[in-house]
């Protein structure tokens, strides 16, 4: 059945080290998005994509980097520069269309050691 | 400084009463709406969302009533039930980039 998909569910990390979180959908949707939950907070926007190999950056992009070179996937890096990298990391995608709602993954919870 | 304010960080409610959640917005380019549903280390589920060119949005037990003059909108649960513990998120999008989160009201129905 149609859904999006994340993995790892938990994913462990030596401080230094780049990490990448995958995201793929088989919803056809043409936008995706990445976001960050810290405890207590909302969501906050890394990275969006509205079409294959585009992409913008959102409010928090330092330390971050995405590709898009399928419809499907979007996955994202954390990088070494990001500063606090430990945290919840949602991948969301939206049909085209006039106020259409995103709809998530189950997140990947990102633990630097 | 946040675009989108949920005020009471949890709200505690009789099951069978209705549960009302608040947020408010400061910025007028939000034209789209949404509530969303979260569970711990689970993804957001989306609930219901509204328009600003409507009012009020209604699916089975869930209502949305948007105030676009008083940047207010209010999702509506009757009768609330167990199942609907959880934590509510709204958000609203204002152009083609992501949406803009609230900080979340963590819902508890008692017994």
């Known amino acids: 059945d149609g859904g999006i998909t994340q993995s790892p569910k938990y994913l462990f990390r030596k401080e230094g080290q780049n990490v990448t979180l995958s995201c793929e959908q088989n919803?056809?949707?043409?936008?995706m998005y990445w976001y960050r939950q810290d405890p207590g907070q909302g969501l906050r926007l890394i990275y969006y994509?509205?079409?294959?190999?585009?992409?913008q950056k959102g409010d928090i992009a330092e330390g971050y980097s995405v590709s898009r070179e399928k419809k499907e996937s979007f996955p994202l890096t954390v990088t070494s520069a990001q500063k606090n990298p430990t945290a919840f990391y949602l991948c969301?995608?939206?049909?085209?269309?006039?106020?259409?709602?995103?709809?998530f993954g189950d997140g990947t919870r990102l633990s630097i050691l | 400084d946040q675009q989108v304010k949920q005020n009471s960080p949890s709200l505690s409610v009789q099951e069978g009463r209705i549960s009302i959640l608040n947020c408010d917005y400061t910025?007028?380019?939000?034209?789209?709406f949404l509530w969303y549903k979260k569970y711990p280390a689970e993804g957001p589920t989306f609930l219901i969302s509204?328009?600003?060119?409507?009012d009020k949005n209604e699916d089975g037990r869930f209502t949305v009533f948007l105030n676009k003059s008083a940047k207010h909108l209010s999702l509506h649960i009757v009768p609330s039930q167990p199942g609907d513990s959880a934590v509510y998120f709204c958000?609203?999008?204002?152009?083609?980039?992501?949406?803009?989160f609230g900080k979340g009201t963590h819902l508890i129905i008692q017994p």
């Open positions: 969301a995608s939206m049909a085209r269309g006039f106020d259409q709602p995103q709809h």
């Open positions: 994509s509205q079409i294959v190999n585009d992409f």
């Open positions: 910025n007028s380019m939000f034209d789209y």
């Open positions: 509204i328009s600003s060119i409507k």
């Open positions: 958000a609203a999008r204002g152009g083609a980039d992501g949406l803009t």
């Open positions: 919803l056809n949707h043409d936008a």
